[in-house]
């Protein structure tokens, strides 16, 4: 009997042991409110990918093109990973947006643009406003053209424009985007590298 009760005693040691140490292991209220309300967050920023065709592509410089090419990939992961809406934009008959890119989108099914914006005679507002979207990045070509226009006409709309010189290009015939990026201050947040724009985003 004296054993048996010495068991006993020595069983109820361990599972208020086993207990105390579990139970530091549990989310506080504040802990569980603060993980619920992320999982319950919507995304606010969409990105919005312009005229990345084949037919544009010959004008670009090849190790420019190339080069922000893997910049676009590691941006296009970024908005999967944080479940960011993305629209693919296409001017018709100039052919697929790029397979680098495509091979990256899940459902690739772009938006046919009539003008150079991608916000002019599409229904583009209306999707972002239906998502209650507030950011827009925008990625493409050409970086002096349709990609500006675009930021310009989402300034006006009200959104906040994220753009980087990493994700965008131009034709070798245009002004170059390095030229266009007095225009792009005056409408957008600029950030030196597509690094920077992504760590902004993760620290919001």
Do not use: W
């Amino acid at each position: 009997m004296k054993k048996t009760l010495t068991n006993l005693i020595l069983a109820s040691s361990l599972l208020v042991s086993t207990l105390t140490n579990f139970s530091c292991t549990i989310p506080s209220s504040f802990d569980l409110e603060k993980i619920t309300r992320q999982s319950q967050t919507k995304p606010n920023t969409a990105l919005i990918i312009i005229d990345s065709q084949y037919t544009f592509l010959h004008d670009i410089n090849r190790y420019e093109l190339e080069t922000e090419s893997d910049n676009q990939v590691e941006v296009i992961k970024f908005a999967k990973k944080n479940n960011f809406p993305i629209y693919v934009f296409e001017i018709e008959g100039k052919g697929k947006t790029r397979k680098k890119l495509r091979e990256e989108l899940v459902n690739y099914k772009p938006i046919t643009k009539p003008h150079s914006s991608a916000f002019n005679k599409t229904n583009l507002d209306k999707l972002l406003k239906d998502q209650e979207i507030k950011n827009v990045i925008l990625m493409g070509l050409n970086a002096s053209i349709c990609v500006l226009q675009s930021a310009q006409d989402a300034n006006q709309k009200d959104y906040k424009v994220l753009i980087s010189p990493d994700i965008i290009q131009d034709a070798t015939y245009l002004a170059g985007k390095n030229e266009s990026l007095e225009e792009y201050k005056k409408v957008a947040k600029l950030f030196r590298t597509n690094d920077d724009l992504m760590e902004y985003l993760s620290n919001q």
